[in-house]
């Protein structure tokens, strides 16, 4: 039997409410040369019994991945069989054309870029504003430079949207078990290293909103753990080499991000403040200062960082107006 183009590696733990319909999703795909790795990492509901239901198909394959979501996300990289792999959550469900475009996007965009799609968030009554707001924002992003710029927002490529070169990404280390979300650790990380992104410009995936959802529960994806990860890639933006920032904000955004760009060994010159401030006032004993007496000519670069509801947008709008360019003058970092 030839082998599979295709891995879609999915890991589960208790997904007994909603395996069914994600691995019924992958049945109804219009490219039918893919395997299935279902890798079970500690259920304790009837989860592993519904996958084994489908191993009556040969592509189903359900191992044992006794230890954490990353180890079983790497025991699946090295199990797969496919030249691709298509990441899926046990919660989610793919569109029919999922893995027939993103493949086709994959053959003509080559190794080093890793493919993504539109996602549409589900249920609706558990979809918060600001989540429906995050979902926009994904979805606005197509072309490997606007995916590029929008890195260090937020992680532009939703974990199980997915799709890559396997042996690519396991020369590269595969994912790294420590204590970041591991899925933007590793964009980060193969972004720094050359690789690109790029975003088929249709909703594949349907990601399901719950209150069990990991990115819910685990400290892995604190606010903390992603401005770690971004200051442990921000000096690979060429605009960045030389680690002397200012930081456009003053609360909560910018004081974590500080924080953890002065672990990398950045200097942070002072904090720009959208709003008047009094003279003298400091932030971790860095000057802040009002944005109508900063000079933006002095050619050191400016990290964007307000969470703020249109705080983000009316600094950019702000730094454009004085002549300053994204990603060559400025770093959008939340």
């Not at 606005?140 to 710029?149: K, M």
């Not at 992680?155 to 997915?162: E, R």
């Not at 069990?212 to 990860?229: G, N």
Request: charged letters at 25%; one cysteine or more; proline letters at 4%.
């Amino acid at each position: 039997m030839a082998l599979p183009v295709i891995s879609v590696v999915m890991p589960f733990r208790n997904s007994a409410e909603w395996i069914a319909r994600a691995l019924d999703s992958l049945l109804r795909q219009s490219f039918s040369h893919f395997e299935v790795l279902m890798i079970d990492h500690g259920s304790s509901d009837s989860s592993r019994e519904i996958a084994a239901e489908y191993t009556a198909d040969s592509r189903f394959r359900l191992l044992d991945g006794n230890g954490s979501f990353v180890e079983a996300l790497n025991y699946g990289l090295r199990e797969a069989s496919g030249q691709w792999i298509a990441r899926m959550d046990s919660d989610d469900i793919c569109h029919p054309e999922r893995l027939a475009l993103q493949y086709e996007a994959a053959s003509r965009f080559g190794r080093r870029f890793i493919i993504t799609s539109r996602v549409r968030c589900f249920p609706d009554y558990l979809v918060t504003a600001g989540f429906r707001r995050y979902e926009q924002w994904i979805n606005s992003t197509v072309e490997p430079e606007e995916i590029e710029r929008s890195l260090f927002v937020e992680s532009p490529v939703p974990h199980p949207t997915g799709f890559f070169h396997r042996e690519s990404v396991l020369q590269q280390g595969g994912y790294m078990d420590i204590p970041l979300p591991e899925d933007y650790e590793l964009w980060l990380r193969l972004w720094s290293r050359g690789f690109s992104f790029y975003r088929v410009p249709k909703v594949l995936l349907g990601w399901r909103e719950h209150r069990e959802r990991l990115s819910r529960t685990s400290c892995r994806y604190s606010l903390t753990a992603f401005y770690r990860t971004r200051a442990m890639y921000l000096a690979h933006v060429p605009a960045l080499k030389g680690r002397d920032v200012f930081i456009a904000g003053a609360g909560q955004c910018a004081r974590r991000l500080s924080a953890e760009l002065l672990k990398q060994r950045f200097t942070i010159r002072g904090f720009i403040s959208p709003v008047p401030v009094e003279s003298g006032r400091k932030l971790k004993g860095i000057n802040v200062i009002e944005a109508s007496k900063w000079h933006s000519d002095c050619g050191v670069p400016v990290l964007v960082a307000s969470r703020k509801q249109g705080a983000r947008e009316r600094i950019c709008t702000y730094l454009d107006s004085r002549g300053l360019e994204n990603w060559k003058d400025y770093v959008i970092c939340s």
